[in-house]
């Protein structure tokens, strides 16, 4: 069971585009998303909080107008990238909390040409 | 602000060797530490999870150790694996939303 999955695996775009990813619960119910990136060996940094049916809560330095997130339903949240540009070119992992534990997403590999 | 450390950043061992991964954390007001592994280009997996009333928790050959008070978790690794090399990253809940800060991740590679 917590099983979690992001689509696409694995995107390349073009400058100024934008792409979407897509983040699913897939046999449980979750109120609260988070998404996160990770540049190459590097940690995760965590870049919001999604909630369902309410605005994300967007950690300090992240833009939320380039960073558009939206959980539609207990089960999606999805985080598009607008006008992307080659320094957003990352792995954006999303993760969904089950009481204190939290269930990860096999990310997502952007890359922005 | 919670800051989370890992040392060492890297680790070479032989097979068969017995391993510890430390991670320290500045904000000892934590109710849980988990521990995860990521294989390069993958997402993570969780390895253990530790109450703040627990002092370890074991799961096969991996052990986690959590000592509030000095703000430090260990992860004990017994006769490693070639398939255990992966990235081990601690992480904490932070706030009332759950949120985790990991660690700097620990690059451990085991040959053979």
């Known amino acids: 069971g917590a099983v979690v999955s992001q689509h696409p695996s694995w995107v390349i775009c073009k400058s100024g585009t934008s792409v979407k990813i897509e983040c699913r619960s897939l046999?449980?119910?979750?109120?609260?998303m988070f998404w996160y990136r990770q540049f190459p060996k590097q940690s995760l940094m965590l870049m919001a909080t999604?909630?369902?049916?309410?605005?994300?809560?967007?950690e300090q330095g992240v833009e939320k107008d380039k960073f558009l997130i939206n959980h539609a339903s207990l089960t999606l949240s999805t985080l598009t990238v607008t006008s992307a540009h080659p320094e957003d070119s990352s792995f954006y992992i999303c993760?969904?909390?089950?009481?204190?534990?939290?269930?990860f997403g096999p990310g997502t590999r952007l890359t922005v040409t | 602000k919670q800051e989370v450390t890992q040392i060492p950043a890297a680790l070479s061992v032989p097979e068969g060797e017995n391993l510890v991964l430390n991670c320290s954390f500045t904000?000892?007001?934590?109710?849980?530490l988990q521990w995860f592994r990521q294989d390069p280009g993958k997402g993570l997996t969780s390895l253990l999870l530790?109450?703040?009333?627990?002092r370890e928790q074991t799961s096969g050959r991996l052990n986690a150790s959590l000592d509030k008070s000095s703000g430090r978790s260990t992860l004990y690794i017994a006769a490693s694996q070639p398939g255990d090399s992966a990235t081990y990253l601690c992480?904490?809940?932070?706030?009332?939303?759950?949120?985790?800060?990991f660690g700097t991740g620990t690059r451990l590679q085991v040959t053979l």
């Open positions: 999604s909630n369902e049916g309410s605005k994300a809560t967007y």
């Open positions: 993760s969904a909390g089950v009481t204190n534990e939290q269930y």
């Open positions: 904000d000892s007001a934590i109710y849980n």
């Open positions: 992480a904490v809940p932070t706030g009332t939303a759950s949120k985790l800060t």
């Open positions: 530790i109450q703040s009333s627990q």
């Open positions: 046999d449980f119910q979750a109120t609260t």
